[in-house]
């Protein structure tokens, strides 16, 4: 690892630096001086980030991954040491019962380790978030469409595509480049390779040749009163559709931030240094200027941002009082699967359901309730007075949301058997993630405060209702 190291970052545009690849630093001590950018963390939005900064070969960019690269084709043994595992706080809602909070631990994040499942938000996910933004955001559909289509090329046609008749798709969904083959791969792909930088693929791969059952269960759902079927799935509607996955068609193998932004790119003014974990953010005045690794000696008292009673009972010394950090900490729990006997197999099936589908006979009283909730009884006793504001803004939200056909509330993972998994794409329990105030080096303490507020628990029971009324066993 080297002795401690501090890093600092460089103002203005550096020289043209075209023709040399991007560097991985093995050695602390083999780091320039100083970056015009430094990023920390190379998973999925580190690694874009740097490859966006460093595109125009004008300015030097650093990565600094506190894990190492990672062979995901191959993970064997390995993929338990390349993800973060954090044991979350005992959970009353839970009867006490703690949880494992894995993410990606290697260079690519949890890009490199998830379940590849691509699945995209309707307009009105987007659209929300432009509303609780500032005014003009372009944080929209229409303001985030285009960097969605930027970055991905979706193969959707191949004899390993669902064999059901039902599979369209247009430019609108993932990426505006589409490769439709006239025969059954393998196919050339190099001359979509070629014309776009860094991609990632997403397709169809030999996981879902078997979708007998999953067809049977696609035209069960007609049956259920408004449930819509669109054409193309990430197009900003909801309803039932078909997904593709995260796998490049040629190699059948996994597509994802570090094969479409960092490997093969051909620049020198990327650096990317793994295996070291950044321990203080370096200020002069309200400006960050650079990174250390380890603290000197000297500085007892590291500066930081976040809460201020927080970060004091921790040690370190306040930068900026900033109460949301670490607050508003949301997961998409999946709830207990409803499942019947049957022979077959296959996946790739979804539906991306609002509330007046999931629970028609329920969702004008859920919405009353949950709109009628003093949120400061359900959030954690310190939350300041401006985040509980921000969580009045989605109560609003939300409610007015539960009554309306735009946002999808429910995901209904779809197997190849008679049944499924819901998953609460949007509860309503706000969870935090706090320092360790004895060891702020140390893991995250990680609070879900699962289902501490009751409306999950009857947004939970109206989905496990859906899901075995709609099954085809059931209709």
Not at 39 to 52: E, K, M, N, P, S
Not at 259 to 281: C, E, F, K
Request: a negative charge.
């Amino acid at each position: 690892m080297g002795p401690p190291l501090g890093i600092s970052t460089k103002r203005g545009a550096g020289e043209d630096r075209t023709g040399l690849s991007g560097r991985h630093v093995v050695n602390q001590t083999d780091l320039k001086d100083s970056y015009d950018y430094i990023v920390v963390g190379g998973g999925t939005a580190g690694l874009t980030i740097a490859d966006r900064l460093s595109e125009s070969c004008k300015y030097d960019v650093l990565v600094i991954e506190h894990g190492d690269f990672y062979d995901a084709a191959n993970p064997g043994s390995a993929r338990g040491t390349r993800q973060y595992s954090i044991r979350s706080l005992p959970q009353p809602g839970l009867n006490n019962r703690t949880t494992t909070s894995s993410m990606g631990f290697c260079v690519g994040g949890s890009s490199a380790v998830n379940g590849m499942a691509v699945m995209r938000g309707t307009k009105t996910d987007y659209n929300i978030w432009a509303e609780l933004g500032n005014e003009g955001s372009t944080w929209d559909w229409e303001g985030m469409l285009p960097y969605f289509k930027r970055r991905f090329i979706l193969f959707p046609r191949t004899r390993y595509s669902p064999r059901t008749s039902t599979l369209r798709m247009t430019s609108t969904q993932l990426g505006v480049k589409m490769k439709t083959p006239t025969s059954t791969l393998p196919f050339p792909v190099e001359t979509i390779r070629e014309s776009v930088r860094a991609p990632t693929f997403f397709s169809f791969p030999l996981l879902f040749t078997n979708q007998l059952l999953s067809e049977i269960h696609y035209e069960a759902l007609k049956s259920v009163p408004g449930v819509e079927f669109p054409q193309d799935g990430h197009a900003g509607s909801q309803g039932v559709f078909w997904y593709p996955v995260s796998v490049d068609p040629e190699t059948r193998q996994r597509s994802y931030s570090r094969t479409g932004h960092w490997d093969g790119l051909n620049r020198n003014n990327y650096d990317l240094l793994t295996a070291s974990r950044v321990n203080q953010i370096l200020f002069e005045g309200d400006v960050v200027t650079g990174v250390k690794f380890v603290p000197e000696e000297e500085e007892k008292r590291p500066r930081g941002i976040g809460p201020a009673d927080h970060l004091e009972a921790a040690g370190i010394t306040l930068q900026v009082d900033l109460p949301g950090v670490g607050a508003n900490f949301q997961d998409h729990p999946i709830g207990p699967s409803i499942s019947f006997q049957c022979v077959g197999g296959g996946q790739g099936l979804v539906a991306f359901l609002d509330l007046p589908i999931a629970a028609p006979d329920e969702f004008e009283d859920i919405a009353a309730r949950y709109e009628s909730l003093d949120l400061a009884d359900y959030v954690a006793p310190d939350t300041a007075e401006t985040v509980l504001a921000g969580y009045r803004a989605q109560q609003e939200i939300y409610a007015r949301e539960m009554r309306g056909r735009g946002l999808s509330f429910m995901n209904y993972i779809i197997g190849g058997g008679a049944g499924g998994s819901p998953i609460n794409l949007h509860i309503t329990s706000r969870g935090t993630i706090r320092l360790n105030e004895t060891d702020p080096q140390g893991d995250p303490v990680i609070d879900y405060r699962a289902l501490s507020n009751p409306t999950d628990v009857d947004l939970m029971a109206a989905y496990l209702g859906f899901c075995g009324a709609s099954s085809p066993r059931a209709i």
